[in-house]
């Protein structure tokens, strides 16, 4: 089992920028690939970014050279760095984890809150 534990959210003016974090725990050797998530208020949660053992990584089009996903060599945090903020990256943020290099992620964290504002 791995736990996530997500840290960093919080209110930002827009054009602001802050660094999510995502603390694994438990089987941390089992995970390949890590992502982050987020869920707007009467949105479905859509992928933001995510990032394999080896280092590849993919980001939405609409974060793509303001969000910038990294995990350190330690393999057990995920860090998210989001520049440039604006009203419509107001959302909750997961993390999430799987154990293959595809697939559904198997391992989700709480949440952190992200709240952009004019």
């Known amino acids: 089992q791995v736990q996530l534990v997500e840290s960093g959210g919080g209110l930002v003016q827009a054009g602001g920028s802050l660094r999510l974090s995502c603390a694994a725990s438990g089987s941390i050797f089992s995970i390949n690939t890590m992502a982050w998530y987020r869920q707007a208020s009467g949105t479905e949660r859509g992928l933001v970014a995510f990032?394999?053992?080896?280092?590849?990584?993919y980001h939405a089009d609409s974060v793509k050279g303001r969000f910038t996903i990294s995990r350190d060599k330690a393999q057990n945090t995920l860090f998210l760095q989001m520049n440039s903020l604006n009203l419509e990256d107001t959302a909750m943020y997961y993390c999430?984890?799987?154990?293959?290099?595809?697939?559904?992620?198997?391992?989700w964290g709480q949440g952190t809150q992200v709240t952009v504002s004019s």
């Open positions: 999430a984890a799987r154990r293959l290099n595809y697939g559904e992620f198997d391992y």
């Open positions: 990032i394999s053992r080896g280092g590849s990584t």
